[in-house]
């Protein structure tokens, strides 16, 4: 009897022995498949000359020699009929592998791509394991409080220090207007006593409009 701490090996060496026959390289055969019925192509194309020249010997022979003229060309017949046949044969073997060989690399592209599915998704559970819809909405909830903080912040920071909230424009255009009229004020040239008019003669020295003559 086994002992139970040989059983892991006997389990490895059955896995091992299930496993995937190793997938056989077709291009070898398939090349000497193809070079075979390329030289049976020649071998019957040689043949058919052979034949086109007997049938033209065949214009101008003998009885006899026509009779001997056509037993050869019956010989070449029935071998390229032979190497016909086998030239079919090589080419149907031929495509058959070559059928196989597609097939078998399909399976092998889909079980890549198969592969490549699964691991795609493992690493995506992988990725969003941390990150579920609640926890999203709940990373936008924050993010838009602390921009709506940040706003605040700018416009507290924003406020002036220097100027008075209660001193509104009008004042400040009143008081303008005070220092212009102060200023315009003292710009004015004082006039000599000596070319003043005395009030007592601005009645005499200025004519009234009724004593104008008409």
Known sequence: SRDLADMPTIFRRSQASAAAPAIPDFSATTSTLDQ???????????????????KAEMATATPAKKQMLTQRALMILRQKKTLEQQYETITNQSFTLGQV??????????????????????????????????????????????????????????????????VDDASLEAEWNRLVGESTESALPAIPASTATPSYLQAAVEPSPQAMPM
């Not at 192509?41 to 034949?51: C, K, L, N």
């Not at 998704?121 to 993010?143: G, V, W």
């Not at 921009?147 to 909230?165: A, C, K, M, P, R």
């Open 36 to 54: 075979r019925a390329t030289d049976l192509g020649a071998r019957i194309e040689r043949m058919e000359a052979d034949v086109r020249r007997l």
């Open 101 to 166: 060989a597609f097939q078998i690399e399909q399976v092998q592209a889909n079980v890549q791509t198969v592969a490549a599915m699964q691991q795609a998704t493992e690493a995506l559970r992988a990725a969003s394991r941390d990150f579920t819809p609640d926890h999203i909405a709940q990373i936008q909830e924050e993010m838009a409080d602390a921009l709506l903080d940040q706003q605040e912040i700018s416009e507290i920071l924003s406020q002036s220090f220097t100027v008075d909230s209660s």
